[in-house]
């Protein structure tokens, strides 16, 4: 029995200790505890949190402004790509209408080249007849005569009245023009080429610039001379639709070799031939003759040559008068007159007078 009391006591005393124990922590804890700490803490936190907030919608309307920007930026180079697009189905549109009209003009075009064609078939075949008659003349064969009227320097203000002379005077008489683009100004210049040429005259090249004098253009140096050639072939081709095929050199050729000693290098390059003549109106100069002494030098000059190169000039106005009484005369002495092609004997002939 004294051992059971014993016991309880010891268990008594065991929770009295733990019951004061206890009291004491808790005291302790109520000792320790701040109501002003523990708010702090909060607004500590509280504060976090708010910035932490307002970063987060600092950065969220950042990304929605360069979300706007690249939907701005995506709408744009869309506009852009649609307008691109657009251009280019024009401008294919714009090419294939170019392709139809070209389909439609290309047998326009084959028939110009066929006509442009057949008509230098027919000069050619024209031009081998009078080679043929030359071989004809100069080996006995024929008693016909040849007169080329050669006419320089054109076309001139003139010009329409010896074409108009040589209508006159019938569909036999044929003449040469040896055409300079800068000798002579006139208004009606590329009509009368294309008269020329329709009235079955020979139309030639006598430089572009026709300035040969001194230093002048044309024998300057050789590239010059090459391209005084080309150049007035150019501007023939572009207003007559045709190629010459002779040069005759400004001041004959006795001045053009000895100026330029390698012309002839330009001529086999350019397919050309050259000639001068060996008949001489003596109508050009300080001292030019007037018309009766014209037609004097031409019917005895002329008569003296199987084969007349006569050298005269359209904007002489005593040529006009005189060519209109010696042509006939000459006519009646058996001499024909007939253009001057490239395909003659005549080609490389130097100047006699
Ligand atoms: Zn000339």
Not at 104 to 112: C, F, V
Not at 306 to 330: C, M, Q, R
Request: hydrophobic share 40%; with cysteine; aromatic share 10%.
């Amino acid at each position: 029995m004294k051992n059971s009391l014993r016991r309880i006591d010891l268990i008594l005393l065991a929770a009295a200790l733990l019951f004061a124990a206890l009291c004491g922590g808790f005291r302790y804890a109520l000792a320790h505890f701040s109501p002003e700490k523990y708010e702090t803490e909060i607004a500590g936190l509280n504060a976090r949190t708010e910035s932490v907030r307002a970063e987060t919608l600092a950065e969220r309307s950042e990304t929605e402004k360069q979300l706007a920007f690249l939907r701005a930026d995506l709408r744009n180079n869309g506009e852009e790509a649609s307008a691109l697009a657009d251009r280019i189905e024009k401008l294919r549109a714009a090419e294939e209408e170019k392709e139809e009209r070209l389909a439609l003009l290309q047998p326009e075009a084959r028939l110009y080249d066929d006509t442009q064609g057949a008509i230098e078939d027919a000069r050619r075949q024209y031009a081998l007849k009078i080679r043929e008659l030359e071989d004809k003349i100069l080996s006995g064969e024929s008693s016909v005569r040849i007169c080329y009227l050669t006419l320089d320097d054109g076309p001139t203000k003139i010009t329409k009245q010896f074409l108009d002379a040589y209508d006159e005077l019938g569909e036999h008489v044929h003449v040469t023009f040896f055409v300079a683009y800068g000798a002579n100004e006139s208004d009606d210049e590329e009509e009368m080429l294309r008269r020329e040429l329709a009235s079955g005259h020979s139309v030639q090249n006598h430089s572009y610039s026709h300035d040969y004098w001194g230093n002048g253009r044309v024998y300057r140096s050789l590239e010059g001379f090459r391209e005084q050639i080309q150049l007035q072939d150019d501007w023939l081709y572009q207003v007559t639709g045709f190629h010459p095929g002779i040069f005759r050199f400004p001041g004959g050729s006795k001045m053009g070799f000895y100026l330029r000693p390698e012309a002839e290098e330009v001529f086999s390059e350019l397919g050309y031939q050259w000639v001068d003549w060996n008949c001489n109106l003596y109508d050009a100069g300080e001292n030019r003759r007037g018309a009766v002494e014209e037609i004097e030098v031409a019917l005895y000059q002329v008569p003296l040559e199987e084969i007349a190169v006569v050298l005269g000039h359209d904007w002489n106005l005593a040529t006009l008068y005189a060519s209109k009484v010696f042509i006939p005369k000459l006519q009646e002495q058996g001499y024909v007159f007939l253009p001057l092609f490239p395909e003659s004997a005549m080609m490389g002939m130097e100047s006699k007078r």
